[in-house]
């Protein structure tokens, strides 16, 4: 028989097992524990990050969220230490906050840094001439000198809308601590953090101011529209028709209505005023304090208090004035503020108008039987320019039909989109108009306002207040 040969397969690849001979294996296992531990470090960092933006988010008080910001800084760095140094807006400076692995170093490097802060600020407030180098710089070289050449000291600067307002520090003690710049962009990243919550906590704070003054406006105004006549009185053969109209929430228009007689007016339960018909004297006043917003509104309150009290004793209207100038000059003097005061008393047993006038707009009386119009004015300055003003006495007997409007400059002084004034042509124009198309003084407020609201332009509010005050004579039956 012949013999078959056996075909064998080579065993080099047993043989180099069974030597026990290297293999890759170990690289690998190191490699991926490297991975591994890139990896935790990643999620350690992200968690790091991510809890300091849910502070961010979550505390309303910043002290809460500065006393993070050290810990933070020095857990991303792996460093052993932090620091936070504000800059306060008087130039001085402030440890706010420091963290140190080290409890018991920690009271020390405390002293040390509150010693460099307090002799900063001294320095800073004995002399008027500049530190040779930055704060930021003068205060890293103290930090560095302070801690020694055995710790590394690492800063970012903390900046709000561009303007650093502290400095961010980590330290560390390990001579082989690396400063790379992953550990520079996530101390960057702390600071801005702290940036946005100081931004945050300023804006809260002026938010919380602006509300404060929108409630005391919303009060002041309250107020000032209760000052007010609230209704128009009813005086025998007088129909009387008057608004006011604000620029601002608080305005220093004023107009008046006083009885010369205050046993005319009675005060029922409901708190209403209540104004039968008298035939007693009234006074009828209007005025203007230069100026708007509440230091007006506060003077045009000052002025209602005073002239409310003159008018009790009696005198002329040009003594009224020259009171009343005396009383307010001081007030009026230190405030750089001035009042426009046109003051009558009108008596409808006579039908006399009696008037005098303190450099305000001189009201506008249309007289029925003629059909035409003229000015009521006399010579009188302004009250609260010179403490010695003299003013002149007037009147003008008025008849059935006749009409008087009183009014501010927030009239003459309205301005259209082309930035022309209505002026005072216009006002008696559209008055004249008015007196012959309306027969009740609420017609011819209401036609008044509309023709200047039309010159102006309906999408625009008032530049200046607006006060009309429309006075007329009717039948006394």
Known sequence: MTAVPVYRQPSSNNNAIDSGKPTDAKPVLALKELVASLYREQNKIQNLLSSLGF????????????????????????????????????????????????NQATGQLRRDLEKIVRQLNISDHQTTEPFPLSLSEHLDRQIRQTLGTQSQLYSTPVLVKNTERGRLYVFSNDPEYAWTQTRRKLLQLVAD???????NNELTIELRSKERQDRELEIASEIQLRLLPRKCPLIKGVQLAARCQTANRVGGDYYDFIPTN?????????????????????????????????????IMTMTRGMLRAEVLNRHTPAQILEHLNRVMFADLENSHRFVTLFYSEYDPQT????????????????????????????????????????????????????????????????????????EEENLIQAFEEACQIYDSPQGILDHLFDKVHQFSGSDQGNSDDMTLVVMQIKSQK
């Not at 953090?193 to 931004?199: E, K, L, P, S």
């Not at 409901?270 to 100026?291: E, H, L, Q, R």
């Not at 039987?369 to 004015?377: A, K």
């Open 55 to 102: 502070a961010l988010r979550s505390f309303n008080n910043l002290n809460q969220f500065l006393e993070l910001t050290p810990l933070m800084a020095a857990r991303v760095t792996d460093a052993d230490g932090g620091a936070l140094i504000l800059f306060k807006s008087n130039g001085r400076i402030s440890l706010e906050q420091l963290h140190c692995q080290d």
């Open 193 to 199: 953090q702290t940036a946005v919550a100081i931004a």
């Open 262 to 298: 205050y046993d005319q007016l009675r005060q029922p339960q409901d708190g209403k005023v209540d104004s039968p018909t008298t035939s007693v004297p009234w006074s009828i006043v209007i005025g203007d304090v230069m100026g708007k917003g509440v230091p007006a509104g506060l």
């Open 351 to 422: 039908r006399i108008l009696s008037y005098s006038n303190a450099a305000h707009h001189p009201p506008l009386l249309w007289q029925a039987s003629t059909g035409t119009i003229q000015r009521l004015d006399t010579e009188g300055m302004l009250i609260g320019l010179d403490p010695q003003s003299s003013y002149e006495n007037a009147q003008t007997s008025l008849s059935e039909g006749d009409t008087i409007i009183y009014y501010t400059d927030g009239f003459t002084d309205a301005v259209n989109q082309s930035g022309d004034r209505f």
